[in-house]
């Protein structure tokens, strides 16, 4: 069975300094592993995936993502925060064949001026 | 162009009414999912179209709670009886259609908000 685990609901930051988001999974078969940005009153928007290429993925706006099989984690980094990060991030795995996305809970980010 | 649409944006009703909600993917996605976002909580599967047909339903949570997309297109979820239970945000989604182990990315609408009384 597939599940994702965001370990913590809430993250401050101040602007500048390095942003970590942590996600671990859970996935019987090659998981593809996403993030996923929510704004207030705005869409999900993609960040990056992995899909079994290079363990180190690259999003938009800085962000970055490494796939640790042995760890089975797929946390979420930018070197420097900005005010416009601030958002709720959520990590999101599929299994090959299979059609279904599990999200995470979700993990809200501050960034603090 | 047009993203994905979703309507209405919000919908009150009574417990035991019946609803629908609409969704508009992108033009050319025959891929389609929706998904229930309860408070606090992060989205929900609930079924998957690829075309016409529900390729996934697996997410549907009882039998109050059905999806058409007739033409490949435009997809209701429709929900009868409703609960309080069924207040959430529901999200409607489109991609191009998966291929392989190299999924495709989903573009998702703004939400219908339900609210039941």
């Known amino acids: 069975a597939q599940s994702v685990t965001q370990l913590d609901s809430h993250v401050s930051v101040s602007e500048g300094t390095p942003v970590l988001l942590r996600c671990n999974y859970s996935?019987?078969?090659?998981?593809?592993l996403f993030w996923y940005v929510q704004h207030p009153n705005k869409g999900l928007q993609l960040l990056l995936k992995?899909?079994?290429?290079?363990?180190l993925v690259k999003g938009i706006n800085g962000f970055e993502a490494e796939f640790k099989k042995s760890e089975t984690s797929f946390h979420l980094t930018k070197p420097s925060a900005h005010m416009s990060d601030a958002a709720e991030y959520f990590c999101?795995?599929?299994?090959?064949?299979?059609?279904?996305?599990?999200f995470g809970t979700g993990t809200r980010l501050k960034v603090l001026a | 162009g047009a993203g994905v649409s979703q309507t209405p944006s919000n919908k009150v009703t009574e417990k035991g009414k019946y609803v629908e909600l609409r969704c508009d993917p992108i033009?050319?996605?025959?891929?389609l999912y929706w998904y229930r976002q309860s408070l606090g909580q992060g989205p929900e599967f609930l079924i998957y179209?690829?075309?016409?047909?529900?390729?996934?339903d697996s997410g549907l949570p009882n039998d109050r709670f059905f999806a058409v997309r007739p033409e490949g297109s435009v997809s209701t979820l429709k929900i009868q009886r409703t609960e309080r239970g069924d207040s959430a945000v529901y999200l409607c989604?489109?991609?191009?259609?998966?291929?392989?182990?190299?999924?495709?990315?989903?573009?998702f609408g703004p939400g219908t908000r339900l609210t039941v009384l």
């Open positions: 989604a489109s991609s191009l259609k998966p291929t392989g182990t190299s999924p495709s990315e989903q573009f």
């Open positions: 996935s019987s078969y090659s998981p593809s």
């Open positions: 992995y899909t079994s290429a290079a363990t």
């Open positions: 999101v795995v599929k299994t090959s064949g299979t059609y279904k996305y599990i």
């Open positions: 033009s050319g996605h025959t891929a």
């Open positions: 179209f690829q075309g016409t047909g529900a390729a996934d």
